[in-house]
């Protein structure tokens, strides 16, 4: 089992910037692959950016050039760098992380941006 704990969302402005981090505990020695999702009220759940087992690193085209995601093995957390945020971006967020070939998930955390 993989316990995760997103942190770091808010309110920010147009243009701002957020970092969100993603806590990992339990077994994460069997975590191979992790990334980030987004959900907004009635669309389906869409990827951010994921790092893949092979340690590739993927990005959507909504934040290619803007977000960055990155991981601190030492801290079992993964980050999710948002600049130039647009009110677009608004939706809950979710990390989610590959162990074991069963897929976790956090519980989200919600990213405001006003116009």
């Known amino acids: 089992q993989v316990q995760l704990v997103e942190s770091g969302g808010g309110l920010v402005q147009a243009g701002g910037s957020l970092r969100l981090s993603c806590a990992a505990s339990?077994?994460?020695?069997?975590?191979?692959?992790m990334g980030w999702y987004r959900q907004t009220l009635g669309k389906q759940r869409e990827l951010v950016a994921a790092?893949?087992?092979?340690?590739?690193?993927i990005y959507a085209d909504s934040g290619k050039g803007r977000f960055t995601i990155s991981r601190d093995n030492a801290k079992n957390t993964m980050y999710l760098q948002m600049n130039s945020l647009k009110p677009e971006d608004t939706a809950v967020y979710y990390c989610?992380?590959?162990?074991?070939?069963?897929?976790?998930w956090g519980q989200g955390t919600q990213v405001i941006v006003s116009s």
């Open positions: 339990g077994r994460v020695f069997s975590i191979n692959a």
């Open positions: 790092i893949t087992s092979s340690g590739r690193i």
């Open positions: 989610s992380v590959t162990a074991a070939f069963t897929d976790y």
